[in-house]
């Protein structure tokens, strides 16, 4: 596996250069590791942004789009992120596997629900902390990184 593309809610958490949520940061953090033991590269915006401290001059979402183009797999926490929500978008029309990690205790659209129903995609929840989800995402990784290297069918 060359990239994965982490795609997480971002403004919501940004006051000024303050980056408002430490658990959430820490499991960003957590996950984006995680992921550099499964791929080459890993995008995560906040990490460009160095969590809202290093603020883009300019911004495109072709930036991130170019991104996604490269990614082999895309793991995304949508919240109420609509940028999140653009990214699915971009993901699943490019066939890229999906891994969603949803809150158990708040509602999605449908098609978030049944997102492996247009793309590859695993489904994981979480209760209360996020940080719970990461063993069942290691395990998400370890299954993609075997049909990736062609190790599994």
């Known amino acids: 596996m060359n990239k ?3 795609a997480c809610p971002f403004i919501k958490f940004i006051n000024g250069t303050d980056f408002i949520n430490n658990d959430f940061r820490q499991f960003t953090e957590e996950l984006y590791d995680l992921c550099a033991k499964y791929a080459s590269k890993v995008f995560l915006a906040l990490k460009r942004e160095d969590y809202g401290a290093k603020p ?8 991130d789009l170019d991104e996604a183009k490269s990614a082999d797999l895309v793991i995304a926490i949508p919240d109420d992120s609509m940028g ?9 029309a ?7 990690v949803l809150n158990k205790n708040q509602t999605y659209t449908s098609l978030i629900y049944n997102i492996n129903k247009i793309t590859p995609g695993k489904v994981i929840f979480y209760e209360n902390e996020e940080k ?15 049909l990736m290297d062609g190790d599994e069918k």
């Open 56 to 63: 883009l001059q300019s911004y495109s979402c072709s930036m």
């Open 132 to 146: 719970k989800s990461l063993p069942d995402i290691i395990k998400v990784l370890e299954y993609y990184k075997k």
């Open 4 to 6: 994965i593309f982490i």
């Open 94 to 100: 490019m066939q890229k596997p999906v891994i969603l």
């Open 84 to 92: 999140v929500a653009v990214e699915l978008g971009w993901m699943s």
